[in-house]
């Protein structure tokens, strides 16, 4: 009764199957992260520079992963970490907006997410010279 099960439930069904999927979609687009399965986990590593200053980079996929699939982390230490410079309480990087960006979609494949880590480092190195986030963003209320 696949046929009754939702994304999500699918995924989380056929778990390896997604991760080894994803992880073959992310090696041939993203060469600078390198990605290994880990359990019911995906985990990328890698790192990019702008402006002299390196960001190295965690990106988890999981099925499992309460409401998004993934997280990115960047573990670049003494970054200014809060919600103007779009970090989620965990740590994670925000890179859109759950309900808008969606368009109703149950989530994000990895590969879509991914391009938006460089995004997010351009604002942030922005953010630190005018001490303003100046991409686009929704309200955080």
Not at 33 to 38: A, C, D, P, Q, Y
């Amino acid at each position: 009764m696949d046929f009754m099960l939702n994304p999500k439930e699918r995924a989380q069904k056929y778990w390896m199957g997604f991760l080894y999927k994803t992880l073959i979609e992310c090696e041939k687009e993203f060469k600078w992260l390198s990605f290994e399965v880990k359990g019911k986990l995906l985990e990328g590593k890698g790192t990019l520079e702008l402006n002299n200053r390196k960001y190295h980079l965690k990106v988890l996929c999981s099925p499992f992963f309460p409401n998004r699939f993934e997280r990115v982390m960047v573990e670049t230490k003494n970054l200014i970490k809060c919600a103007d410079t779009h970090f989620n309480g965990d740590g994670s990087l925000c890179l859109y907006h759950p309900v808008f960006d969606l368009k109703g979609r149950p989530y994000l494949d990895l590969v879509e997410v991914i391009p938006w880590i460089s995004e997010w480092i351009y604002y942030y190195d922005k953010y630190l010279e005018y001490k303003v986030w100046l991409g686009p963003e929704y309200p955080h209320n």
